[in-house]
């Protein structure tokens, strides 16, 4: 089955603790991103990833860190988790062609920083 | 710059009534549109998507959208709610000049009242 995976699917965790979220695709698309999901703010980019070791900064990298070092996983790394980091974040992934294809989604990372 | 604006931000609508939600894009290029649903607690699902040819786009569940070039809008419609179909709405549109990025409005939080 064609699928995006994160893990954790909810994490609580302190002020200043080293996190990652891990993210995988089973379906070969080149393409992979983060993004966060407030509520009233829609969807921000967070980072992307157009192929293994070609990463950018999206709308709001501040506080994140990503790696591309196989084709099918892009974890998201906070390495300073502060209160504002709080959110819903979503990996997602797609085909990268001109006329492109939909974004598929993972389940969701409901992060909470104390 | 590009973007994406979602009117209604939060609609109500009684069983069998019918929906229109609205979507106007700000984007000079190719246009690549989508609108994805969310439903409580999960993740994100492509409910339609244009790229090219009829205007008119039918997805899943009876939603269909039309895209209006002139207008600069997609707008996603339903005849007929049912109960099942509250969720958040987005809109978005892929942008390929530049950074390869999807676009995503506030989103719409629909709820049908049985």
């Known amino acids: 089955e064609a699928q995006v995976t994160q893990n954790p699917r909810y994490l609580i965790t302190v002020t200043g603790k080293k996190l990652t979220v891990t993210c995988s695709q089973n379906?070969?698309?080149?393409?992979m991103s983060w993004y966060r999901q407030d509520p009233g703010l829609g969807l921000r980019q967070i980072y992307y990833?157009?192929?293994?070791?070609?990463?950018d900064k999206g709308d709001v990298p501040e506080g994140y860190k990503v790696s591309r070092k196989e084709k099918r996983n892009f974890p998201l790394i906070l390495e300073s988790p502060s209160p504002n980091q709080t959110s819903l974040y979503f990996c997602?992934?797609?085909?990268?062609?001109?006329?492109?294809?939909?974004?598929?989604f993972g389940q969701g990372t409901r992060l909470t920083v104390v | 710059a590009q973007s994406v604006s979602q009117h209604n931000h939060h609609v109500i609508l009684s069983e069998a009534a019918s929906l229109e939600l609205g979507c106007n894009y700000s984007?000079?290029?190719?246009?690549?549109l989508f609108w994805y649903v969310q439903y409580p607690g999960q993740h994100l699902q492509l409910l339609l998507k244009?790229?090219?040819?009829?205007?008119l786009v039918k997805g899943i569940k009876g939603f269909e959208a039309e895209f209006i070039k002139s207008k600069f809008s997609f707008n996603l419609r339903k005849p007929s709610v049912q109960w099942s179909d509250t969720a958040e709405y987005f809109c978005?549109?892929?942008?390929?000049?530049?950074?390869?990025?999807?676009?995503f409005g506030t989103g719409t939080r629909l709820k049908v009242l049985a």
């Open positions: 997602a992934s797609s085909l990268w062609a001109p006329t492109g294809t939909e974004a598929f």
């Open positions: 379906m070969n698309h080149e393409y």
């Open positions: 990833s157009m192929n293994v070791e070609v990463t």
């Open positions: 984007y000079g290029g190719t246009v690549n």
């Open positions: 244009y790229f090219s040819g009829d205007p």
């Open positions: 978005a549109v892929l942008s390929t000049s530049g950074t390869y990025k999807y676009i």
